[in-house]
């Protein structure tokens, strides 16, 4: 996950305030020395009013996202300002900001500083300024409200996945949301795994009722799918960053399904035991990655990348709170950008609600961290030191994280391994069910009056091949689908950006799941450097030399030799 900027965080109590860490002046990238430096990235504006007014953008732009991380519990305080004081700085600059924007020449500027502009005006629309980050008023129950408006009923859903997603029953107890889908990976017996599933039935039941045409979730779609037809969904985006239609994508997720569903066999399993079976390969090795050497083993994998985590100063906010977002984000703290002449880095924050170790953990910890590597090489002028477009940003999170799933990278940062073929199944048995979610939201967004149970039940048995459960709104479990609508392409779409750039990075780099120590700078030079300034289409087509296809993601499922028969459970 890519941004909190959507996330109605709610407030949290600031139980666990964090010492700052000291800014660490020394990293220095490899690309600030003007050699290396491309022509197109000019870190200054041409026009003296336009370079006043980014200056004046990337204070409002820190002051945003200091108040989220205020806001998110981390902190109470950023360099000595607490919250009160960082409103007061947001709002004065902020008024200042939108005169000066008015006060702007709208004729006789570069073309830089013309996108520049731009830039800042799309990129401000997302501001919130903390206060928004988080809805008192609206709660999971207000979901049901039939007259709450379509925002609401988005942030309703979403303190769903707080409320009721932080606290689930089993055996007893309370897990969350992300340990009940660990256990699904991990627990062995049978009817276990079925109470493990069972446990998120009132997630389901808040999000999508009874399944009845005015559910919560069938409404929200409905607005979600007006709203996306009205400014562009998700879905079209990420058609748009690849240069193709809409139709395309559908089509192509359909192939990646496709080739998932030739290379599983024709055994029907459960949906309690899909994740299980996929997983051997988490349950191999689940007793090497206890809970507390997550970090460690993250930060050695990026040092053996070039690119050292702890130095750049980013935060971590990685173990669960009650109120705390219900899914791991990463999002900037502060914008890097030219103080005195020398380049000020960005800082990054990592939240996430950790209770367990293992496999699966460690590879979403090493995707936010991918986040985190593709922010802080961002080097251009205020207007764009942002994030890339959704589709790229998610896409080259995994760039790093899919080695977590290789024999060599567990061997060298585990000490074991498993079989390829084990460790293969459990990585894409993953994004096949994020290409699934793609592939049920683009439906959703075409016709939101299908029946979702009746359509995750059609693309679940037929591609993924697991027992048809329609009286189960069982796909409810990723935050983003209430949300975020739309937003789910970015992954499963994504894997084949992936996929594209983990093949180009090894053919001419050299392979990277062991570490290289020049890969950060070479991906910064090549990728990261340019921020929001560049589209994905342009990006990917100079990266690649060609535009991207589909086929290196095919490639890697191939990789996988099909299963004649294996017992439905075990
Ligand atoms: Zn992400």
């Given at each position: 996950m890519k941004t909190a900027v959507a996330i109605r965080l709610l407030q949290s109590l600031i139980t666990n305030p964090m010492?700052?860490?000291?800014?660490?002046?020394?990293?220095?990238?490899?690309?600030?020395?003007p050699k290396s430096m491309?022509?197109?990235?000019?870190?200054?504006?041409?026009?003296k009013k336009v370079s006043a007014v980014e200056y004046l953008y990337a204070d409002v732009s820190d002051a945003n996202t200091i108040l989220a991380t205020i806001d998110s519990g981390?902190?109470?305080?950023?360099q000595g300002k607490d919250r009160a004081a960082w409103v007061q700085f947001y709002s004065e600059r902020r008024g200042k900001l939108a005169k000066e924007f008015e006060s702007?020449?709208?004729?006789?500027?570069s073309h830089g500083d013309t996108s520049a502009i731009a830039a800042m005006r799309k990129q401000m629309?997302?501001?919130?300024?903390?206060?928004?980050?988080?809805?008192?008023?609206?709660?999971?129950?207000?979901?049901?409200?039939?007259?709450?408006?379509y925002p609401d009923l988005k942030a309703a859903l979403a303190a769903c996945f707080v409320e009721i997603g932080n606290s689930l029953s089993f055996e007893g107890g309370k897990i969350n949301r992300v340990s009940a889908l660990d256990l699904l990976h991990e627990t062995s017996d049978p009817s276990r795994r079925k109470a493990v599933f069972l446990a998120f039935v009132p997630l389901w039941q808040a999000i999508?009722?009874?399944?009845?045409?005015?559910?919560p979730y069938r409404r929200m779609i409905a607005g979600a799918a007006a709203e996306g037809a009205k400014d562009g969904s998700e879905i079209d985006n990420a058609a748009r960053d690849v240069g193709i239609d809409p139709a395309e994508v559908e089509r192509w997720l359909v192939q990646m399904l496709e080739a998932w569903g030739e290379s599983s066999g024709d055994v029907m399993v459960e949906p309690w035991d899909f994740r299980f079976q996929a997983g051997e390969a988490d349950r191999l090795l689940e007793t090497y990655i206890?809970?507390?050497?997550l970090q460690p083993i993250n930060h050695r994998y990026y040092r053996d990348l070039g690119a050292d985590l702890e130095q750049m100063g980013t935060l971590y906010d990685l173990a669960p709170r009650?109120?705390?977002?219900?899914l791991a984000y990463t999002e900037f703290v502060t914008h890097g950008r030219m103080v005195n002449g020398a380049w000020r880095p960005t800082v990054a924050r990592v939240s996430a609600p950790y209770e367990r170790g293992g496999l699966f953990v460690l590879n979403e910890l090493v995707h936010e961290n991918g986040h985190v590597v593709n922010i802080t090489a961002i080097r251009n002028r205020p207007a764009f030191v942002d994030w890339p477009s959704d589709l790229f940003a998610e896409a080259f999170a995994d760039v790093p994280a899919?080695?977590?799933?290789e024999p060599l990278w567990q061997r060298r940062y585990l000490g074991h391994e498993s079989p390829e073929q084990l460790s293969l199944r459990a990585l894409y048995s993953v994004v096949m069910l994020d290409v699934a979610w793609s592939l049920f939201e683009l439906r959703m967004f075409r016709?939101?009056?299908?029946?979702p149970n009746a359509l995750w039940t059609e693309i679940t048995s037929r591609y993924l091949h697991i027992l048809p459960?329609?009286?189960?709104?069982?796909?409810?479990?990723?935050v983003q689908l209430a949300d975020?609508?739309?937003?789910m392409v970015n992954y499963g779409f994504g894997a084949i950006l992936t996929a594209e750039m983990r093949e180009h990075i090894a053919q001419t780099?050299?392979?990277f799941d062991t570490g290289d120590s020049r890969w950060y700078g070479w991906l910064s030079e090549h990728?990261?450097?340019y921020g929001s300034e560049r589209d994905t289409r342009t990006l990917m087509r100079d990266f690649l030399g060609r535009p991207v296809s589909p086929q290196a993601f095919l490639k890697q499922i191939h990789r996988l030799k099909p299963i004649s028969s294996r017992p439905a459970s075990s």
């Open positions: 010492k700052n860490p000291l800014f660490l002046g020394l990293f220095c990238s490899l690309i600030l020395s491309g022509a197109d990235a000019v870190l200054t504006a041409d026009s981390l902190l109470n305080s950023y702007l020449p709208t004729s006789g500027l629309k997302a501001f919130t300024g903390g206060g928004a980050l988080f809805s008192p008023a609206v709660k999971c129950k207000d979901s049901a409200r039939k007259d709450v408006s999508n009722g009874n399944n009845e045409p005015d559910s206890p809970r507390e050497s009650p109120d705390k977002a219900a899919w080695s977590t799933y016709a939101p009056a299908t029946d459960h329609p009286e189960f709104s069982w796909w409810a479990v990723r975020l609508p739309g937003y780099l050299g392979p990728l990261l450097r």
